[in-house]
T-cell receptor
Framework: EAGVTQFPSHSVIEKGQTVTLRCDPISGHDNLYWYRRVMGKEIKFLLH????????ESGMPNNRFLAERTGGTYSTLKVQPAELEDSGVYFC?????????FGPGTRLTVT | AQSVAQPEDQVNVAEGNPLTVKCTYS??????LFWYVQYPNRGLQFLLKYITGDNLVKGSYGFEAEFNKSQTSFHLKKPSALVSDSALYFCAVRPLVSGTASKLTFGTGTRLQVTL
């Protein structure tokens, strides 16, 4: 069974640019989550999709972040325009119900 | 609101010695507790979980964790550490609500360094 995949693995962009991160969940998993870890701090929840619907987006930091999951399969997380404080590792996870399986993460560096 | 505390940024242990990585939590209702590990340049890997039942939970790679309700703790343990166990360990919690998926709340992580 293929795991959760994320693309790209690394991204370096300048402040003010746009970046789109992609997550492909495990096939059949209705639940998809985005998390972020800023250097040295805890992994923080961003949002939760159930199929294509946003179940909980309480962790989204501001309106520069836009997440979509069209068709209930893969998801994208767009940051526009990026700021320096957006740097960190963005993790995606999927689950059927309880146990969440994480992808390798995308390391985003905003310079 | 739920929270997790991992009081140690780093734990150092010699290979062959027992190890403990500490975790305490706060959550409304019964907890659903997890440990994840992140090896260098890798994603988060699931180690073990506690839902109900026996307070001692066994997981991958010889790790186990002990749930203590009165102390609201879920410490990760291994009887004999290996150099290959060196990694970043995260404790996480969510409320145990039957039939509902929800977000995890993580601690800040503890770096385990096992030396020869």
């Amino acid at each position: 069974e293929a795991g959760v995949t994320q693309f790209p693995s690394h991204s370096v962009i300048e402040k003010g640019q746009t970046v789109t991160l992609r997550c492909d969940p495990i096939s059949g998993h209705d639940n998809l989550y985005w998390y972020r870890r800023v250097m040295g701090k805890e992994i923080k929840f961003l949002l939760h999709f159930v199929k294509e619907s946003k179940q909980d987006e309480s962790g989204m930091p501001n309106n520069r972040f836009l997440a979509e999951r069209t068709g209930g399969t893969y998801s994208t997380l767009k940051v526009q325009p990026a700021e320096l404080e957006d740097s960190g590792v963005y993790f995606c996870a999927s689950s059927h119900r309880n146990e969440q399986y994480f992808g390798p993460g995308t390391r985003l560096t905003v310079t | 609101a739920q929270s997790v505390a991992q009081p140690e940024d780093q734990v150092n242990v010699a290979e062959g010695n027992p190890l403990t990585v500490k975790c305490t939590y706060s959550v409304s209702g019964n907890p659903y507790l997890f440990w994840y590990v992140q090896y260098p340049n890798r994603g988060l890997q699931f180690l073990l979980k506690y839902i109900t039942g026996d307070n001692l939970v066994k997981g991958s790679y010889g790790f186990e964790a002990e749930f203590n309700k009165s102390q609201t703790s879920f410490h990760l343990k291994k009887p004999s550490a290996l150099v290959s166990d060196s990694a970043l360990y995260f404790c996480a919690v969510r409320p145990l609500v039957s039939g509902t998926a929800s977000k995890l709340t993580f601690g800040t992580g503890t770096r385990l360094q096992v030396t020869l």
